[in-house]
DNA sequence: TATATATTACTGACCGGTCAGTTATATATA
DNA sequence: TATATATAACTGACCGGTCAGTAATATATA
């Protein structure tokens, strides 16, 4: 039985799917300007011809690995917002430990970083990901707290004005994990880190500090 | 009167200050990967040759903007942490807000979205800036910490394991200043942030919500 | 079923432009 | 005038995007 010498095969269908798979690897290995098209390419087995028959430019094919890594999984805490009516610091919990599990543990964590680093160099970037993610996460948090707030569970304050800063130690443990950590400067344990920014966000939240 | 005709002067004290301000302000601006040393060169004033008679290399230049920038206001909060023997929770103030004055609102404060940045890509300058910046810059807050346990303002914790979750928020805020910030992606106003940010801070903290 | 023809997914060499670092040369100053 | 200081032309490597051509596959025809 003769090995089939075929240079390569045809395979319309599954091309565009491992293409944003390399690019989204590299693009969080070494940054967006720095990653280099023949090198996502060749890493999804195809040529860097093929790479622009199904996108268009560079960074359309930045958007495509945002749309298909991140999107589901705000859908999915829209969901888990409407399906948990119990207290807000337990709805708050599980959306917290449900980010970490895909954010913070796959690939796709590399994509902050990469928004915050490269912002400035590409805005069209920057405001596809500010439009299309951190307005619909910030949305939703918004609406946890409101409904403690509601529900007498959380002091009151201006939801707008603490969603930044309550979710700012998780944006920057995986922000760290994704540079320093690379370079073998460690933070403190991953489990500690969850456990203790629970304690003291909520602490800092509720009405009674139960 | 004839206009001097002098293409230039040797100005061989004053040549590393000007460079290292011209670089900081364009590293800031463009990432260290994308600024270009003629751009550095020509906003200081003179020739790229010129920058290679003062620095080896483009990564030595970067690490004298570090030093020159930020190891004098590690110095000055280590001498405010021994200046003021008074509550943890006042000292905690009055460092994050000194803190604010000179790196949020100042040109230094690009710095850390820089070193999150391109720390994968340049493991030596990450590695530098670990060393001399964030080490020192946690044990002063850990000794802060320290001083609020011991005295029983706070309640007891972990310091080492608080530091990164507590600082977060400020170098968040720091770095969107320095990426979103600049596309149009607005935040909560400066004064709400830092408010929000010390009462839900202490609030977690203090054994008493007072 | 075998072969000719048409279609299209894919390749890889190439181009224009960029940039860190080098070096030959010019000039200000002691 | 001697030389430290500064310039600017140069080198070689790199990279996003293009396109003429090639090879795999689909379809028509006998």
Redesign the pocket.
Known sequence: MPVTK???????EA?PQELTAAALELFVEKGF??????EI?ARA??????L??YFD??EELFKAVIREGLLPLLAEGEELMASMPGPASELFRAIVLRWWEIVGEGPIGGIPKLIFAEARNFPEIARFYADEVIERGKRLFVAVFRRGIDSGEFRPFDPQALVHIVISPLIMRVIWKHSLDCCGVTNVPLDDYLREYLELTLRGLRRDPT
Chains 1, 2 share one sequence.
């Open positions: 075929t240079r390569w095969k045809r395979r319309k091309r300007a720095a990653t280099r098209l023949d390419a087995g195809v040529s860097k011809g093929t622009y028959l430019s560079k």
